[in-house]
């Protein structure tokens, strides 16, 4: 089913209507058959780029779509409603992008942000490692600086698009404490730098996780984005942005579960009526639908305030937090409705359970977004 | 050069179409789009575009007001500008008049090569194409799986190329510029619109012309000119259930005999 949106342009309408065309052609056919199979879509990634779906929220003039956050975010959820992986993946690549959007400067922007925007370069984010997922201050991977640049020795951990991606922005430690961290932007490929076997995940199987392990390739020194030890501010900021991304997956995702769980109530019968007029299962239906509204509700509440300049932090993590609850909760329902049904990977349900789990964790797991929030509270 | 590609705003194939009382195509009840099989009109002249040759693309429709929407699609998709022939009376037109008037305007314009789909995904009559190379007096070159321009000069001139599969041959074919040529869906699938190109579209020039504007006199076309008129139409019959062939040990024999009935072995 459609989702009737509201929308601020035409222009938006117009992108959410190519939105659709696209990811129903290149992404609902193909997305169950990757998943089983764990196998990357090649191209596909090309494809959106082409088309301009891998630099909506950045300005036109450095070839992005110049399309505001709640615009954005949307399209998103439109991916994920067909392909959860592809929908993360994206969102990761647009985090990826933001180091030198928002830090690069007017020579590093023109270098790399047009091929970036226009997906000619698919990047990747790497901040987590073995030890220090939650505690990012904790990370130990080292940036040393020698003749014209760094040299890098250490563990990344978590790359979503490991190994596959063309950049990727590199978190390291060019001194002590939090401040000692810095931003890279790092090639895909370097010498002495190396790839693990991709993770074997409980979900988001086409598009592979991995480790890195750098061992002493050099970056040149307009490689490092923003000031040195400005590493971990830019990567917070930019977590903010991104747990917003990860809150329209988690809607998209949720209302694809929704969807699939309305049409099977519609159709399957039992005790001589179709479920759904079965009062039981109605109101699982609508609470259901109450929590996809509501994830929906929250992630562009927080856009909507970020695209006017205002702070947004607490709404992200709140919208983060509840979205991702959301389609937890939805998607196992969804299982549900369907019965046993749900319970096999003939129907597509089950796979939005296992896709829905690692929502709640990545980008800041969801005790993490509490603590956030908490955080303002105490005086 | 100037190459002008003729494309239709037809009634969504995949929607329940249907016919007004008069026999003309109902456009209320169902959403229309640009023919799919344009599209790889569009992609083609864009194509040749992009393999070096120096070219101006120009759209060219003829329908109602909402006509306007295929043209924004295929200057969403690329190319430079777009005509919009529109006018109360040409309703109910047939390919004849159709050919008529897409040959005015086309000659209005001027040109080099018109690209065509192969047919149009409502009436599929396939014809225009042919009619259109009669009326402006050039070559034609239909139903190509292939096609190129070669040897253009700013003067003009040049060649197009094109590849048709038969049944029992494939045929080379080439035409001295200027041409009309259709083009048939094993061209190579037509790109999306990007996000970009929508947005541009959306400053592209879209001339907007009627049949005076063309010197066409309003009993030339429409429905009462035309040469082919829908007489009656029946509704598709609701699909019918399958049969179902049981296998007990008989089924091969079973589907043969049933496939042989229908005359398909
Ligand atoms: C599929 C996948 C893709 C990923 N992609 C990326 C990527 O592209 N880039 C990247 O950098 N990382 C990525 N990650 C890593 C992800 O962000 C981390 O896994 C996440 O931040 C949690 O870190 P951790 O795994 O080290 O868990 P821990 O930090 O060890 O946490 C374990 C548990 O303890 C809880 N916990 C920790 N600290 C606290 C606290 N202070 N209070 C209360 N509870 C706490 C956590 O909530 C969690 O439940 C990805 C992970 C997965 C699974």
């Given amino acids: 089913m459609t989702v009737d949106r509201l929308l601020p342009t035409r222009d938006a309408e117009d992108l959410l209507d190519l939105t659709r065309t696209v990811a129903d052609r290149e992404l609902a056919p193909v997305a169950a058959r990757h998943e089983r199979a764990e196998s990357y879509p090649e191209g596909l990634f090309g494809v959106l780029g082409e088309v301009g779906l891998l630099g909506l929220p950045y300005p036109e003039e450095d070839g992005g779509g110049g399309q505001p956050y709640e615009v954005y975010l949307q399209v998103l959820e439109e991916l994920a409603a067909r392909w959860a992986a592809v929908a993360v993946a994206t969102s990761v690549h647009t985090l990826a992008c933001f180091p030198v959007a928002t830090y690069g400067s007017p020579a590093q922007r023109e270098r790399w942000l047009p091929r970036m925007l226009e997906g000619r370069l698919i990047g990747g984010y790497s901040l987590s490692e073995p030890h220090a997922g939650s505690d990012a201050a904790a990370i130990i991977c080292k940036a040393r600086p020698v003749a014209d640049g760094y040299r890098i020795n250490g563990t990344k951990a978590w790359i979503t698009h490991g190994g596959k991606a063309d950049f990727y922005a590199l978190f390291a430690r060019t001194g002590e404490g939090s401040r000692g961290i810095s931003c890279f932007l790092a090639p895909g490929a370097a010498e002495g730098l190396a790839f693990g076997r991709p993770e074997e995940k409980m979900g988001l199987n086409a598009v592979p996780t991995t480790s890195a392990f750098w061992d002493g390739a050099v970056l040149e020194q307009d490689r490092l984005i923003g000031a040195e030890g400005q590493g971990l501010a830019i990567a917070l900021s930019a977590l903010d942005s991104g747990r917003l991304g990860i809150a329209a997956c988690a809607t998209g995702l949720a209302q694809a579960a929704l969807d699939a769980a309305v049409e099977y109530a519609n159709e399957r019968t039992a005790f001589g009526r179709r479920i759904v007029d079965h009062q039981g299962l109605g109101f699982l239906l609508a609470d259901m639908a109450a929590a996809v509204d509501s994830a929906r509700a929250t992630y562009l509440d927080a856009a909507r305030r970020r695209d006017l300049g205002r702070p947004y932090s607490r709404q992200a993590s709140v919208a983060k937090l509840i979205a991702t609850d959301a389609a937890m909760k939805v998607t196992t329902d969804a299982v549900q409705v369907f019965g046993g049904c749900g319970y096999t990977r003939e129907f597509p349900v089950e796979r939005y359970m296992r896709e829905a789990k690692v929502m709640q964790i990545f980008e800041g797991t969801n005790q993490i977004q509490r603590m956030v929030i908490a955080r303002q509270f105490a005086r | 050069m100037k190459i ?190 990007s996000f970009k190109g929508i947005m541009a579209a959306k400053k592209k020039n879209v001339e907007a012309l009627d049949l005076d504007d063309l010197g066409i006199e309003s009993d030339q076309v429409g429905l009462s000119a035309a040469w082919s008129i829908v007489d009656t139409a029946t509704k598709r019959p609701p699909r019918a259930k399958g049969e179902v062939v049981e296998d007990e040990g008989e089924g091969g024999v079973q589907l043969a005999g049933f496939l042989a009935a229908k005359k398909f072995i």
């Avoid at chain 2, 016919?19 to 209320?28: A, C, L, M, S, Y």
């Avoid at chain 2, 006509?67 to 699609?73: G, V």
């Avoid at chain 2, 259109?132 to 001139?157: C, F, I, S």
């Fill in chain 2, 4 to 193: 002008v590609v003729c494309v239709k705003y037809v009634p969504d194939a995949t929607g329940d179409r249907g016919f007004n009382d008069d026999g003309t195509t109902d456009r209320e009840s169902v959403d229309s789009l640009l023919s799919e099989l344009d599209e790889y009109a569009i992609e083609q002249a864009l194509k040749i575009v992009e393999s070096g040759v120096e070219a101006e693309i120009t759209y060219l429709t003829v329908g109602p007001d909402d006509a306007k929407d295929a043209l924004r699609k295929a200057l969403a998709m690329g190319g430079d500008n777009a005509i919009h022939v529109n006018d109360d009376d040409i309703a109910g037109t047939d390919a004849l008049g159709t050919s008529l008037i897409l040959a005015k305007a086309i000659e209005r314009a001027g040109f080099d090569l018109v690209i065509c789909g192969m047919a149009s995904t409502d009436a599929s009559m396939g014809v225009v194409p042919a009619m259109l190379a009669e009326r402006l007096g050039v070559p034609q070159v239909t139903y190509l799986d292939e096609v190129t321009v070669e040897g253009t000069t700013v003067k003009g001139g040049g060649t197009v190329k094109g590849r048709r599969e038969g049944d029992v041959a494939t045929e080379l074919i080439e035409a001295a510029l200027p041409a009309v040529v259709s083009v048939t869906d094993r061209t190579g699938e037509a790109r999306y619109p």
